[in-house]
């Protein structure tokens, strides 16, 4: 606005002389000033954009950072959390695996106690009553000293 007042003076001068002078040095002042503010704005932009860049970089940066971040915690996590269930699958086969040995410990108990069972009723039948070992008790086998009912219910056998 400066700068078009001047030359508008500058060229409204119709006679040369003094005034002409003045208002030439008034025009080349404005011109000055103008260059000077279009400089200082250039600058300014300039400052604007690298200060743009610099925050747009600082919080690329920041945000890769705390991405990577994020990432270890989860690998780290996901990392305990694979040991912690590879701890409970190995409780788990080793439970499994006592369990189903003490099925087959209790099989065997029951298997060997049935079989007695029906061994005595195989040789009571092939036998009979007429040796009389057996008095009174069907399920004795000859020879052997009766077992307590607790000795068979509480143990498993009577063995252990």
Do not use: W
Not at 65 to 74: A, P, V
Not at 94 to 120: H, I, N, P, T, W
Request: with cysteine; net charge negative.
């Amino acid at each position: 606005a400066a700068c078009d007042t001047a030359r508008a003076r500058y060229l409204s001068c119709s006679i040369p002389g003094a005034d002409t002078s003045h208002a030439a040095r008034q025009l080349e002042l404005a011109k000055e000033s103008l260059e000077a503010a279009r400089a200082r704005l250039a600058l300014a932009t300039c400052n604007v954009e690298g200060r743009r860049r610099y925050v747009m970089l600082e919080s690329a940066r920041e945000t890769m950072t705390s991405l990577g971040k994020f990432f270890e915690d989860g690998a780290a996590v996901v990392s305990g959390l694979a040991q912690d269930l590879k701890a409970m699958e190995e409780y788990e086969m080793a439970s499994r695996a006592q369990a189903e040995m003490k099925m087959m410990v209790a099989a065997r108990q029951m298997e060997a106690a049935f079989s007695g069972l029906g061994f005595d009723r195989d040789r009571e039948d092939e036998v009979g009553d007429g040796d009389g070992s057996h008095q009174g008790d069907p399920h004795r086998r000859p020879g052997r000293q009766p077992e307590s009912s607790t000795a068979v219910t509480a143990g498993g056998g009577g063995g252990g």
